[in-house]
Every structure is written in structure tokens, then in C-alpha cells.
């Protein structure tokens, strides 16, 4: 009974907790301006079923997508388990669903083999991280926290496996010794290697099989605590964001609204904008983005498939897609952090453009959209990129000498170079 | 344009130049050639000579969206006010913008790449390959402009293209959506690049020149700038042409 209320009252609590976080998270994200992302609803949710489900952008490295879909299907159907032991904790049963019978001895069974590939597959991906050293697990915006919450994610995943298998190895000697409480239910292909390294005295054996038990559940309920502080929030999140995903072809930049009721009126002055929407071009802050944009940033597991293929980044540049979308994410972090410690209005004095993405960043850019391309669910740093120019060349024309050249040529020329309109017909002359 | 609007005519399809097309040397042969295609198989077509000015695609990557618009409803003026309907355009840069940028903007038309226009020719039995240049066997790689590929979704017309030829199509290790950017986009290519350790076309031509190619096929007047350049860096400008998918085409066909 102790252990019973002990259960639902730690669940609660983990759930409770998670739920603020949550929320917390979802107002950050509303913090960010408006766009509708609500049309075309069966394309959405093909693109979901698709990407987010259907992995179908993992594909492109056949390694880590194979290794990737035992972790996501060991995720899904290991749930299962969970819902089987959030009910016997709270009713003090033990394998409530043993009236399934062979299907549960089949359940079961898979559960076990699933915990093993996801046991290791993790440690392939720690040995990748810490001993191969791929590069694309390197890089400035992976040193210290982000290194270290790869690892604890990885690490702890093996541990919850660990207890899962013990568990369970503990728990069928139980039944062999035919101990009242553990029922013969379960097929165990993998703990059954486990079950000769288990000590005999069935004092010890309940003592191990319960802790494992506590140990699997309370890991679950914390890790689902730690997900707001992780990347590893993308388990949840990318789902949204691929519903949410731009539908339009990637080389379509959105036109400013703002900008045509401007160019409009200056094109005939009788035109009378609809409305005016004050504020200003371009992003400076996180605020300044949209709702997806910031979605996007929690959304990101920092994988760097986006920075591997940068051309920018391939050839020695600042620019890291990754980085601007981590950079996003822990702006929006602090200035949510600001809402809860000093009120809505408070400002800190600082920006996502110059305190954490720096011009020399946002000029190296190509806009190939190879990052948006290679991202597994969809993120776009891209426009983002294109956000903060837009503020540096609108807001403060702040530009590079030769864009700044650039510009006044196709204002002057209606050519980005310095030949006269009167010339444009020439090439029509044969050389 | 101006020309046969005075005579009462409509043009089957206008041919949108380009900056590019229009005033630099090399890019103006690759005009000349899609000019040359388009007589060839008797498509009546116009240009806007004059009239013509940038689409807005620079300044728009750039972030200057005023000027974008500025130049994208001036030429939508000048459009709409020729009642164009179908486009082809020399430069997938100009193709991106017009497409996907001016229908937003009150510019709806139908918008092709060159490529496209080649590969619908050869689909429709216009245009083959005789009668000019034997690129029979030659070993052709084909560089996918990002406007043109991961932009807008078009790997296969081009390739369509050079198919005809009989030659040997080669790809680079990065190509199609994988394919790797040759460092003129996002205004890069009125710019001098960002501090690194390699320029962007550089680390390109290296991928290229794996494939031992005799040709680097291009669609993109700014790909052929930065391809080129990196060919003549490599000192590898008799061994290797870079030429853009119409020149091919026309060569092939004695045009």
C-alpha cells in the first residue's frame, strides 16, 4: 500500500512538472510572430506520417537511420511495457496484462529483443561520439553542455534497458522457484542469458527484480523531466514540426506584406494600404521570428546533418546551420527566463543578432537550402538566416560594401552590376 | 516584344534573359544558343531587350526586400502589360523568383527553365541530337544548380538533355538533392566570401575533377562563372569545358 501511494504520488509529480515545463515551452514558442501554417491539412499530415513516422528523411545515411529506427521503435512500442507498469503500480498487480496469454508471452518477448537493439544501438552511437569522434558530433557549438547532454541521453537509455532486462531475468527465475506473487506470464529470449548471473535466495531475487522495477519507472518519469532541457525534446516535438513543415518549394522566400503596402504606395500614391502593421523589418531578436521558427529550435536534435553539408561550413566559414538554430533556442530560453523572473516587459539589453548569431554568420550563406534538405524533420535555419538580413539591410543598413554595391546598382542600373539598361539588348549583336 | 506588339502579335512564349544573359560574355553565348534552339524549332518567342531589368533575386537574398519588390512589381507592370503567359527563362535564378515569388505579387504566369524547354523538345521529338558537335561517349558531368534542384525540384530535364547525347553521364558524389552548392547564391556571388579555408567552387571543381569528366555541364549563368573560374584555377582549361546545357544542346545539333 506504502508503495502504492509512494507510485502514484511520484507519477503525479513527474507529470505535474513536466506539464509546467511544457507549457513553459509552448508560450516561448507563442512569443514568436504569427504565420499560417494550418492549410492544406491532408498534405500536412502525409508530410508527418511521412518524415516524422515514416523516418523517411533518415534514410539518406543508411547507418545511423538503421541504428535511429530501433532507438524511435523501441521508444513506441516499449510504451507499451509502461502502460503495464503505471497500472500495477497504482493497483499493486504484478503483469496486470497477463490475461493476454500468448500474446502476451509474444509482447513480451519482443519488448526484450527491442531493449537489446536499443541497448546496442546507443552504445554504438556513444562509441561513434566518443571514440570515432565523427565530425559531425564536432564543431564550436558542441562543446560542454550540448556534448554532455548527448551522452546522459545515450547513457541513461542503456541504463533503462539494463533494468528492463534485469527485470525481467529476476523476475522469471521468480517464477521457476515458483514464487506465490510472480505469476508464470512473459517469454523472456534475451534476460533468460541474464538469469545464471542472478543469485538463488529468493529474498535477493525480489530485491533485484523490484529495484530494477523502481529503477525503470522512476528513470522514465525523470527522463520525461529532462526532456525540456534537452535536445531530446525532438522525440515529442517532431511531430508538430513536420506537420507544421513550409509545403511551398524551398527557393520561395516569403514576400514581406509590410514591405508591399510600402512599395505599393510609393508606385501610386493614391494606393491606401488595407492596414499598417507597425514594427520593424527583419528579425533582430527571437521575438522578432515566427512561431515555427521558434518551434524549429526546440525541436532540434543537433545532429548536424544541416552543418555537414553546408557549403559554407564545409570550406572553413563561420556559418553552422546548427548553431543558428541553437542559438535561437537558448535565446528564446533566456528571454523566457526573463518573462518568469522579471515580468513581460522586462528587456535584457541583448539580441539574438551580435550576442549570439554574428554578421560574419549570416553573410556566409549561399541559401542552397542543403541544410533545410538534409534535416530529418524539417527545420529550417535558412529562413532565419534571411530574417536577420533582412533587419541588418532594413533596419540599420548594415551590409557588406559590395552588397551595399550590389544594390545601388540594380536601383541605379536594374543590373546587379554597373552596365547602362541602354546596353542590354547588345548581346543580340554577334561577336 | 515591343516590336511585335506594334505589329499585333503574341508571342508563343517570352524569353527571360537575365542580367547575366544579358551582360556578361560568357553567359551571353548561352543566350545567344537558347535563342538559337528556339528558331531552330520554330517556337515564336520575344525578348524584352530593353525593358527588361532584374527580377529582384539578389537584393531579395540579400535581405532587402523594398528593393526586391520595387524591381518585382516594375516588372510585373511590364508583363502583365504584354499579356505574357508562358516564360523561359536562361538563369534558375530568375526562374525561382518569377515562379514562386511574383504570382504573390500579382505576376502569374507559366514558368520554365531552358532545361525544361530542352528536355520538353526532345519528349515531343523537336529537337534530337544530329547534325553538329558528337558528344558520343564523352565523359559529362552535370552540376545541379540549387535553384534549379533542391529550390524547385528539377534533377531530371537536364538530364534529359545530355541523355540524347550518347555520352557518358558521370555524377558527382554530391548531386541532385545532395548536390553541393557552387558558392554564388544568396547574393554570394557580388561578394567576396566570409573567412574560411577553401572557396565554396574550389571545393566543388576538386568533387568534379574526380569524375575525370571532359565536360562540367551547368544550367545556371552563376554556376558557369564559379565553375569556370575554379576549372582555370585548376589549370585545367584544356582538358575540361565548362559549358551550360543549351550550348550543349546547340552544339549537338550543329546550331
Redesign the interface.
Known sequence: MVAQILFLVLTLAAIALFTINLRKIIRNIRLGKAVNRNDQPAKRWITMLRVAFGQSKMVVRPIPAFLHFFVYIGFVIINIEVLEIMIDGIFGTHRIFNGLGGLYNFLIASFEILALTVWVSCAIFLIRRNVLKLKRFSGVEMKSWPKSDANYILITEILLMSAFLLMNAADAKLQSLGVGHYVQAGAFPVSQYLINLLPSTESALVIIERSCWWFHIIGILAFLNYLPYSKHFHILFAFPNTYFSNLEPKGEFTNMASVTNEVKAMLDPSFVPAESEPGKFGAKDVTDLTWVNLMNAYTCTECGRCTSVCPANITGKLLSPRKIMMDTRDRITEVGQNIDKHGAEHQDGKSLLDDYISREEIWACTSCNACTEACPVNIDPLQIIVELRRYAVMEESQAPASINAMMGNIENNQAPWKYSPADRFNWAQES | MAELMAAGEEPEILFW?G?A???DERA?KI??DI?KILHHVGIKYA?L??E???T?D??????????F???A??NIEVLNAYNIKKIVTGCPHCF?TI???YP??GGTYEVIHHTQLIQDLINEGKLKAEGGESFKGKKITYHDP??LG????IYEAPRKALEVLDAQLVEMK?CK?????C??????????????????N???IDEALQTNPQVIAAGCPFCMTMLSDGVKLKDKEQEVKVLDIAEITARANGL
Not at chain 2, 567576396?192 to 572557396?199: L, V
Open positions: 534573359v542580367c544573359g544579358s551582360y551571353q543566350t545567344r535563342c525578348v531587350g530593353t527588361e531589368s532584374c529582384g539578389p537584393a531579395k537574398r540579400a535581405g532587402n526586400e523594398f528593393l519588390q520595387m524591381q512589381m516594375t525561382n515562379k514562386n515569388e504573390g505579387l540549387c535553384y533542391r529550390a524547385n525540384g554530391r538533392s545532395n548536390g553541393l552548392c558558392g554564388a547564391g544568396g547574393a554570394q556571388m557580388f561578394k567576396e566570401p566570409e573567412k574560411g579555408n577553401k572557396d565554396i574550389v571545393e566543388r
